[in-house]
């Protein structure tokens, strides 16, 4: 049953002891919140990379050097690690409304401090700090706003939807990256101002701050969609984390996809790095992310649907995820050739089109095999594995890279920061985090057996 009206409830709705066991509605209004959570995770993820693919304009304007413009979007993993635990007792704890609306206000003041960096009668010395305390901000609300995808998914919509939410809510992350990679490149190469481009970012943070404070004005429906919904974050928080850390599949698929989530990090952050060393252009680079993306958002829509139908998570995981590898490896052979515009690109929409199919899904099958610690927590977790890895595999790609001075092909402002020797130790880290995966991970569907079992009950009485 589907109901779009909160004047249309009924006692029975209102108070879950009046409810019959195993009544179950969906609202219609769960589509407005699913649309505010992807316009928030899409401002998000654009103020994350809005500087990596314009990083060489951007260290000019703010006088600093490339490797400090990186930790512009380091400062997200950094900052994520320590307040992810937080946001996941807090989506548990406190609810939905509380976390995102937290998010939304965090995200536009970091976005307009990022502004007020820049503005010309803030000191040359001070703009640098200035912008990345306004990323910090943002990087504080990212963990507010990415844990919440699995999360709306339980709460608000039925079995047979539950992927596709998730996928949807979780593509707009990507999305965001999309906007960064396109139009960073474009507006400074129009208008070579970094604070027009800072103050374009700005507006959707404050509209989508707007929407989230007066338009959500509830965490959970009044009648669950389903029967997990019901006993979501059934377990407390801490019993939550130690139930997860005796758990083997959900460790395995913590290390395992966590260093996925690190390899495409490293991915977005460096990609312009990666190619200007051999002559392409950071509107190149652009487009390569670009259509990286595109196609990881068509990937993640097909897979979605298939997952929603079939419920073959494990499967689908495992073969994106080697299909995967197969695709990183490849991207770095042909990054390092000259004048392969049209196989970069291609290799590039590959890459994203398995990559990013496996993100929704694979978030799905950490609160499969956990159940029924709270989705929050099961995501989360993923996510700061994600985060720490993240940082030691930039960290490592950067010690890697061989200077090259005086480049005659290079486009990098700086002469050259990257070479054949990083890009190739992202692909075997790919690899082996797929390899293991593939080989050591089983479990049983917890979430959706519960839910068979409370149907079976529902229908004895």
Excluded at 76 to 102: C, E, H, K
Excluded at 123 to 148: K, R, T
Excluded at 403 to 426: E, H
Aim: hydrophobic share 50%; glycine share 6%.
């Amino acid at each position: 049953m589907e109901d779009g009206a909160a004047s249309s409830q009924t006692p029975a709705e209102l108070s879950p002891a009046l409810r019959k066991a195993g009544e179950f509605r969906v609202y219609r209004r769960r589509w407005f919140v699913l649309c505010v959570l992807c316009l928030l995770n899409c401002s998000n993820s654009v103020q994350w990379l809005t500087f990596a693919p314009v990083a060489d304009q951007t260290a000019e304007d703010l006088q600093v050097s490339l490797d400090e413009v990186n930790w512009l979007s380091v400062v997200y993993m950094v900052v994520a690690i320590p307040i992810s635990f937080i946001t996941t007792w807090m989506l548990d704890t406190l609810g939905l409304r509380l976390t995102m609306i937290l998010g939304s206000w965090l995200n536009m003041a970091g976005s307009a401090l990022r502004v007020v960096g820049v503005l010309s009668y803030v000191p040359e010395w001070s703009m640098f700090p200035v912008v990345m305390a306004g990323q910090s901000l943002c990087a504080l609300a990212q963990p507010l706003v990415i844990f919440s995808p699995t999360k709306l998914a339980a709460l608000w919509f039925p079995e047979h939807q539950r992927a596709t939410a998730n996928m949807i809510a979780s593509m707009s992350n990507p999305l965001g990256l999309l906007i960064a990679n396109v139009f960073s490149p474009m507006i400074i190469s129009n208008t070579n101002s970094l604070l027009t481009l800072l103050i374009i970012y700005a507006t959707p943070a404050a509209v989508v701050c707007f929407l989230a404070t007066v338009g959500i004005r509830e965490g959970v429906p009044p009648t669950p969609p389903s029967a997990s919904a019901e006993t979501s974050s059934s377990e407390p928080f801490i019993q939550g984390i130690k139930l997860l850390m005796k758990n083997k599949a959900y460790l395995i698929l913590l290390l395992c996809f966590g260093s996925g989530i690190a390899i495409f990090t490293c991915f977005s952050t460096l990609l312009e790095q990666m190619l200007c060393v051999k002559g392409y252009s950071s509107d190149f680079a652009g487009l390569c992310g670009a259509l990286f993306i595109v196609f990881g958002v068509i990937g993640a829509g097909l897979l979605g649907l298939f997952v929603d139908k079939t419920k073959k998570f494990t499967e689908a995981t495992k073969i994106n995820m080697c299909l995967t590898s197969l695709t990183c490896s490849v991207f770095a052979v042909v990054s390092q050739m000259r004048e392969q515009k049209a196989l970069v690109c291609a290799v590039c929409a590959l890459f994203g089109l398995f990559g990013f199919a496996i993100y929704p899904v694979a978030m799905e099958l950490s609160v499969e095999c956990s159940y029924p610690v709270g989705e929050a927590t099961s995501a989360g977790l993923i996510f700061i594995s994600g985060q720490i890895q993240s940082i030691i595999y930039i960290v490592l790609l950067q010690a890697l890279t061989k200077r090259m001075a005086g480049s005659p092909i290079s486009l990098c402002a700086t002469g050259g920061d990257a070479n054949l020797m990083p890009v190739l130790v992202m692909a075997g880290l790919c690899c082996v985090g797929s390899c293991c995966f593939v080989i050591f991970f089983h479990t049983e569907y917890r979430r959706l057996h519960a839910e068979a079992d409370a149907a079976a009950d529902a229908s004895t009485h």
